[in-house]
């Protein structure tokens, strides 16, 4: 209002736009309720015709109308030497403004929920316009940059992010009703390990100790089941030195929960429970569409070893090879793509399993019984040789869970890690080292124990039918935008 600031310090509101327009949706066309209400918001729309005007108001919670009639406004002001409330509000506020008014409510003649404004004020001047038309598939990288902008003009965007947020509470419940604690362990790192993956490095300048930004939580939180807790987790921020797709960005966010006296049957059971369990809580169906696909979380879900999937799309027996060059052969011959560095059985059965099965993989599926070349953290299979005992969840063909009946034999694990080392002396960037006091930890002894990881980005996008990774992440990591100077 005239002689007040543009930028206000407070406002105090009564009520959300969202309980107005259910407490109130009994009354009628083109009456009145005498309940002074205040509210405030930004100004998303307005419309001035002669003494009325129409504004849009929006919360956080959603939009209502405010009717401003000149005469009534007018009326109430007894400063004769300023504009009247009418004239400041319809000259003064733009659209992008957030104001605060208070008013009785109205429902006009054609059914819109209205505050009859009886009194305003300038909260904080928008100073650039807001976008008049949002298109957010040929403007998608704007969305992303800008993300304050996305948010006020997609109220779907707004629905993702708070259907995020009650995912992760939710997971968070279930896990502590069911007694797992929540044990926070290191960002920083000096030994990067628990997946294979390319660490970010960083350093640290008193101790003059180069650091690894945290690619997993995995053998920290093992440390902790090592030192007597039982159920511990820890829900928060990864980081990978990796590419940018639809399913992947370097800062991403995963559930690790691990389980004493468990095994992956335990952690199989736990994460259907789960997944199923937040499902039905979020989104209040079992069944969710996904990319013009339906998806239905309705426990039990399918479980086939990565031998039965990969022989049933590809005719080939992959556990009656015993020699690599023979099954480099059949699989060539069946016009499978083969790797140079896939320099065993189990790495070609894996190759074969990401070309032909994975896409595929629609409905909640569990794959089990994983080769041991790729899964140095997991227990060897009691009797199937070669492989171990872990399962991956996939669901619309991608990866959302990885899990293992942990590997506690410390001189087996000291050989794998070893096995891990020589392949990062040879050049793979993304294998890992000798953590000799993990190795220590486990020499303390550590029980039998069952370990999940779910991806939380992949989660969301499921639940809220995103196709990218960067819809459900509210800043995701951007090339920075390349500005010239003027001469």
Not at 69 to 86: A, H
Not at 370 to 397: D, M, N, Q, T, W
């Amino acid at each position: 209002m005239i002689g007040q600031g543009p930028y206000a310090q407070r406002f105090d509101s009564s009520h959300k736009t969202a309980s107005l327009q259910e407490d109130h949706a009994d009354l009628p066309n083109g009456e009145e309720r005498d309940v002074v209400v205040s509210i405030a918001g930004r100004i998303v729309s307005r419309r001035v015709m002669g003494k009325l005007a129409f504004f849009s108001l929006a919360d956080e919670s959603g939009t209502i109308q405010l009717f401003l009639d000149k005469s009534t406004l007018n009326s109430l002001s007894s400063d004769e030497n300023q504009l009247k409330p009418f004239s400041q509000i319809t000259t003064l506020v733009d659209l992008g403004d957030w104001i605060g008014v208070s008013g009785i409510l109205r429902r006009t003649d054609r059914g819109e929920l209205s505050i009859k404004v009886r009194q305003w004020t300038m909260l904080s001047k928008s100073l650039q316009p807001l976008p008049d038309k949002w298109h957010g598939l040929s403007d998608v990288e704007k969305r992303y940059r800008q993300r304050y902008l996305d948010l006020i003009v997609n109220p779907s965007s707004r629905k993702t992010f708070r259907r995020r947020a009650l995912m992760v509470s939710a997971i968070r419940r279930w896990l502590d009703e069911r007694d797992f604690l929540e044990i926070e362990t290191p960002v920083l790192n000096a030994q990067a390990g628990g997946a294979d993956a390319r660490p970010f490095v960083t350093h640290h300048n008193t101790l003059d100790l180069s650091l690894y930004l945290r690619i997993a939580t995995e053998l920290h939180l093992k440390r902790l089941v090592v030192g007597g807790f039982e159920r511990v987790y820890e829900l928060g921020r990864i980081f990978r030195n990796e590419g940018i797709s639809t399913r992947h960005n370097p800062e991403f966010t995963s559930v690790e929960i691990y389980q004493a006296f468990a095994d992956y049957t335990d952690m199989m059971n736990l994460t259907e429970e789960l997944i199923s369990n937040v499902c039905l809580q979020v989104c209040g169906s079992m069944k969710v569409a996904y990319q013009e696909q339906e998806i239905d979380f309705q426990p039990p879900w399918r479980r086939a070893t990565m031998h039965e999937l990969v022989e049933e799309a590809t005719g080939i027996d992959f556990s009656s090879f015993d020699d690599h060059s023979a099954l480099t052969t059949a699989m060539i011959g069946a016009g499978l793509e083969v790797s140079e560095t896939s320099d065993s059985v189990g790495r070609l059965l894996n190759e074969a399993f990401e070309q032909c099965v994975e896409s595929n993989l629609i409905q909640p599926t569990f794959v089990i019984d994983y080769p041991i070349e790729i899964s140095p953290l997991a227990r060897k299979h009691p009797s199937k040789e070669g492989l171990v005992e872990r399962f991956e969840l996939f669901i619309a063909g991608r990866e959302t869970a990885n899990a293992f009946s942990e590997l506690i034999d410390p001189i087996d694990q000291r050989a794998r890690l070893e096995a891990q080392q020589l392949r990062r002396q040879a050049g793979d960037l993304e294998a890992h080292g000798v953590d000799e006091d993990f190795l220590n930890a486990l020499e303390v002894g550590m029980p039998p124990t069952g370990g999940l990881g779910i991806g939380i980005d992949r989660l969301v996008m499921l639940l809220t039918d995103s196709p990218s990774i960067r819809d459900v992440i509210a800043f995701p990591l951007l090339r920075p935008e390349v500005t010239t100077k003027s001469s």
